[in-house]
């Protein structure tokens, strides 16, 4: 049960590609708060984050603005504290509390992430996108041997549904 355990946290946020290689996942909630839209196209990056499994749940979102929120709110109290020479009373206490608060939301987005990338492989695919990658596979032909598609930008091995490519 710990070699289970162990296995599924050193396989977050990775897959294995057809072929046995494990790859990391390429997280499409991130292109598409980026806009990173040179990887994948706007339409279909929107398709693919509204995705069940994939999009930011309410509650994900309003935990995310709340630790925002309490980061902008700690580190303006900081600021005002520095201005005014207060922070001198007792500055490992203050020091430690800002740390925490800039940690909240990277710490936050970490666990969302891990949960949401369970399913992107998967989604992916069924929009003919490389899950490592975000290549476009619909036009590509399957190799012979295995019926798999290789994606030529970072040579990952996918089966792609039937109706597609």
């Given amino acids: 049960m710990a070699a289970d355990a162990e296995n599924a946290r050193r396989m977050a946020g990775?897959?294995?590609?057809v072929r046995g290689r494990i790859v990391k996942l390429t997280?499409?909630?991130a292109l598409y708060l980026l806009r990173q839209h040179n990887v994948v196209d706007a339409?279909?990056?929107r398709s693919i984050t509204n995705e069940k499994g994939v999009r930011i749940a309410f509650s994900e979102r309003i935990a995310l603005i709340t630790g925002i929120c309490g980061l902008v709110l700690v580190v303006g109290f900081f600021g005002f504290a520095l201005l005014t020479g207060d922070i001198r009373d007792a500055p490992y206490a203050k020091s430690?509390?800002?740390?925490?608060?800039?940690?909240?939301?990277?710490i936050l987005w970490y666990g969302i992430k891990r949960r949401r990338l369970n399913n992107v492989a998967e989604i992916m695919l069924k929009y003919a996108r490389c899950p490592h990658c975000a290549y476009d596979l619909r036009f590509?032909?399957?190799?012979?041997?295995?019926?798999?598609?290789?994606?030529?930008?970072?040579?990952?091995a996918w089966h792609l549904e039937q109706s597609q490519g």
């Fill in 140 to 156: 590509l032909s399957r190799d012979d041997d295995d019926g798999a598609t290789v994606c030529p930008e970072c040579g990952c």
């Fill in 27 to 29: 997280d499409p909630v």
């Fill in 43 to 45: 339409d279909t990056l």
């Fill in 96 to 106: 430690a509390s800002l740390l925490y608060f800039c940690a909240l939301p990277w």
């Fill in 14 to 17: 990775k897959t294995r590609d």
